[in-house]
């Protein structure tokens, strides 16, 4: 029975140490970057956001505005008359004087700290960035600490959240991973009371517009609502935090601030009822959810009907939205806590066993060895009874059975050849099984092999014969040496015979992404964005490609193959792909009916046109593994047109 190793308790991952330097590195050469955080306006953040400021002045910080919206509140405006401000820049559009913050001043000004109002502000037309936090981006590089104000509304992610409990669809929205950047997220926070009766004394509008206000947006229902979405939000991101701190320093788990529930499920009928439930539990627990699926090393990806049972469960997983996470290894239960501790997962749920080998089962060895962590065990509703056949545990799998097999043919060859050759090549003959096993088989087959094998060596060949007896010890050193060999023989198939496939399966990826982005990073023209797209389209998987952008009588084919099925219905499908945003066609459940599969060109809401597949096997290409690489490669020419387009 396989144990978790101590170094996976006690060291870090490199790849977590790895984030961790780059974090640094990166906080070094950058501004500080801190953000108010609120779920209104008129909670309060640009008060507070000049009041720590005026503090960082006291400290002998050079502090200075850059662009802060007052709303004409008094209390507001004496603390911003008491910093030094950077003139606004002037900019007319089409007869209308409009003020944004002069970027250029601020950088030749250089001071430690600027502050910057509404984070989310799209500029105005001429300007050199079209949003606001472009320009933030800007003065970080320089090395200029940024202290900001945004409204939770803004966040790109939740959106269509906000839109629902307000009935207002928001259009200056900020990328998740922007908020990432930042070295600190503060919540400014007052009680829907509190905001109300600001609003209703005219501290957060004037006249009309405070009453306006209260019976629309800021009903008290939406501001609860609002409130808790801001909570929930910080939260995730200080749980991410805290995990990143456990993992870099090694730290086991779990810590149960926030909590998150692992579902591990196998490939059968009940796998999606599964993954159901689980994501039942997870709304229950108010806890973040994440599917896990373990291929076994010694019975390899699955096939046919389980292949089938699972793909339909993990597109449930991603309709519910719970984060999908396929490994492969040796120990089912092995690989289930060992992602638990790492992430720092408070509750699993498993599939209730209903044989009899429950001693056996990677249920029973997760519940064992996994303190401080609650098991939720799942028992299909309806399912029928199992023979009773079929509930004793086999003693010998497949591959131990045929390795006995291999093991009493090698033996009676030996019988045949004694006389023959010397007993220091029988005992090689006699260990081909391990070979064979260790090749084919698991680790713990060869192992087996190994022993069994030298046992019936000694009983048959070595005197005193017909007994478990050694006269001579340097039997016993040759039979302790290749056990030895054994297992370093078997590790090192096992670990040829399952790696070389997944790397020829990122292979893919890697080429499809990583190349992708490299060859974008310096495009200056929007004609070889397209076909460097379509290049890497190509490389990507057999079949004819092609790419479709907007033209005033809908879409129209950019690049591409030439005989890319481009027919009426295909187009339907396109242009359907285009005005919705959403991926559709082969391998997806959206408009199936035709040939092509159809990605759009998406970055920050906007969509810049469809991406085109036609493969020759769709089964084959949209795997578990690859099937989100033709959509990062849409973002990726989404985010260099959108580059070319400012």
């Known amino acids: 029975m396989n144990s978790i190793p101590d170094r996976d308790r006690t060291r870090p991952a490199p790849e977590d140490l790895l984030a961790l330097a780059n974090a640094e590195d990166r906080a070094a050469r950058q501004g500080k970057f801190i953000i108010y955080l ?66 250029d001043a601020i950088m030749a000004r250089k001071p430690s700290i600027v502050l910057v109002d509404e984070l989310a502000h799209t500029n105005a037309p001429g300007s050199r960035h079209l949003k606001r936090y472009q320009d933030i981006e800007e003065l970080l590089r320089a090395g200029i600490s940024v202290y900001t104000t945004v409204n939770i509304q803004h966040v790109e992610s939740l959106n269509d959240a906000i839109s629902q409990i307000t009935g207002i669809q928001v259009k200056e929205t900020v990328p998740d991973t922007f908020f990432d950047l930042a070295d600190d997220i503060r919540l400014i926070d007052l009680t829907p009371e509190e905001l109300i ?3 209703k004394a005219g501290k957060v509008y004037l ?19 609002l409130r808790q979405l801001t909570l929930r939000y910080l939260a995730r991101r200080t749980d991410r935090q805290m995990v990143t701190h456990m993992r870099a320093r090694a730290i086991p788990g779990p810590w149960p601030a926030v909590e998150r529930l692992l579902v591990a499920i196998r490939p059968g009928p009940s796998a999606e009822a599964m993954v159901r439930a689980a994501y039942r539990d997870s709304q229950r627990l108010n806890a973040e ?12 990806p699955p096939k046919g009907q389980e292949k089938a049972w699972l793909a339909d469960a993990m597109d449930t997983a991603r309709k519910l939205g719970g ?19 790492q992430h720092n997962v408070t509750t699993i749920m498993l599939g209730k066993p209903r044989g009899l080998d429950i001693l056996v089962s990677p249920v029973y060895r997760v519940m064992r060895r996994s303190p401080g962590i609650d098991i939720i065990l799942f028992d299909a509703k309806g399912a029928p009874s199992l023979p009773l056949e079929e509930q004793i545990p086999r003693l010998l799998p497949r591959d131990y059975l045929i390795t006995l097999v291999l093991i009493l043919a090698v033996t009676l060859l030996n ?9 220091a090549n029988l005992i090689i003959i006699q260990l081909l099984p391990v070979v064979v096993s260790a090749w084919f088989f698991s680790r713990g087959a060869s192992v087996f092999a190994a022993v069994v094998s030298i046992f019936v060596f000694d009983f048959a060949f070595v005197s005193p014969y017909y007994t478990l007896n050694v006269s001579d010890w340097e039997y016993f050193i040759s039979f302790a040496g290749y056990v030895v060999i054994a297992i370093i023989i078997s ?11 997944q790397i020829r399966e990122s292979e893919a990826t890697v080429a499809a992404v990583a190349g992708l982005s490299k060859d974008l990073v310096d495009t200056q023209r929007y004609d070889e964005v397209l076909e460097i797209l379509a290049r890497h389209m190509r490389s990507f998987a057999p079949g004819r490609v092609a790419i479709l952008v907007p033209d005033e009588g809908g879409l129209r084919v950019a690049t591409g193959d030439q005989d890319y099925p481009s027919t009426d219905k295909e187009m339907t499908i396109a242009r359907w792909v285009y005005e919705n945003g959403e991926v559709a066609g082969q391998g997806t459940d959206t408009l199936v009916g035709g040939i092509g599969h159809y990605v ?19 089964d084959a290409v949209l795997t578990l593994e690859t099937k989100g690489v033709p959509e990062a490669m849409a973002q990726l020419g989404a985010l260099a047109l959108e580059r070319l387009m400012k």
Do not use: C
């Not at 507070?48 to 200075?64: C, H, K």
């Not at 690989?335 to 638990?340: K, N, P």
């Open 289 to 300: 959810w994440v599917v896990l699926s373990v291929e076994e090393e010694r019975e390899g």
């Open 323 to 341: 984060k999908i996470v396929i490994y492969r290894g040796e120990d089912v239960a092995h690989e289930i806590l060992r992602y638990a501790r």
């Open 600 to 618: 759009p060109m998406k970055a920050h809401g906007l969509v810049y046109g469809v991406l085109a597949f036609a493969f020759q096997n769709p």
């Open 415 to 423: 019988y045949l050849l004694i006389g023959t050759i010397s007993t």
């Open 197 to 199: 009766a600001r609003l």
């Open 38 to 103: 609120g779920y209104a306006s008129g909670v309060g953040k640009t008060y507070t956001m000049l009041w720590d400021a005026i503090q960082r002045t006291t400290e002998g910080a050079d502090v200075v505005i850059g662009y802060v919206e007052t709303h004409k509140r008094i209390e507001t405006d004496a603390l911003a008359a008491s910093l030094e401000t950077i003139p606004p820049e002037q900019i007319w559009y089409q007869g209308l004087e409009m003020r944004e913050m002069d970027l």
């Open 207 to 225: 006249g009309e517009m405070a009453a306006q206000a209260v019976d629309h947006f800021f009903s008290t229902g939406n501001l609860i609502a």
């Open 491 to 501: 590790h090192l198939a096992n670990r040829l015979r399952y790696l070389i496939p």
